[in-house]
């Protein structure tokens, strides 16, 4: 997409925040300048990409702050304890986000596969419209596996970040060292969370990469 109907699309982004219960008018004002279903879904789908990439990362950080505090001395646990809110704070925002992104491409894609669906009756060649519907019902397919796939991501983010959550809660309220050696109990559990994480979000992500490369191709 070039960078005129990007800064159409970050406009009209902001106007159409207001207009959530009329997606019809959001979408028809971005065809308007030439902004396609299609390809906004593609552009979400890659978004959302990135972002559960970047939600990924940030809890990796997290964990990483995490195991650093069993290897310091109770004197500054406190500093360490900082450090370890911050980047909790940081990974749930990011989580957040990504769950934000998956909501964006749900919406686009119901819209355009009902657009799709409806136009199927324009159709005066009947060979075409069983072609076009043929695709339809492929790229539908597609897009589900690829929902679920992003969708179980997410949701490997909330045991993830609930635990390092009361970690963090349990460490704030006790800076000593008794507070290391239970933190160190619950790093095998931990370890356990972050490779679920991580395998449904490479998974996630493959099954992105493939959507694009399909649709964009189809």
Known sequence: MNPGRRRWLALLGVFAFGLTAC????????????????????????????????????????????RAVVSVDAGELESVYERLKASHDEAQARAQAFGKRIAAVESVAEALFKEWEGELAQYSDAGLRAKSKAQLERTRSRYRTLDQAMRRAEASFTPALKVLGDQVLYLKHNLNAAAI???????PRMQSDAANLQRDVQRATAEAERFIKEFRGG
């Open 23 to 66: 997606q019809s008018a959001y979408y028809g004002a971005l065809e308007k300048v030439g902004i396609a279903k299609r390809d906004l879904l593609l552009d979400r789908v890659d978004a959302a990409r990135n972002s559960q990439g970047k939600a990924e990362q940030a809890y990796v950080d997290a964990l990483t702050q995490f």
């Open 181 to 187: 050696g239970a933190i160190k109990d619950e790093l």
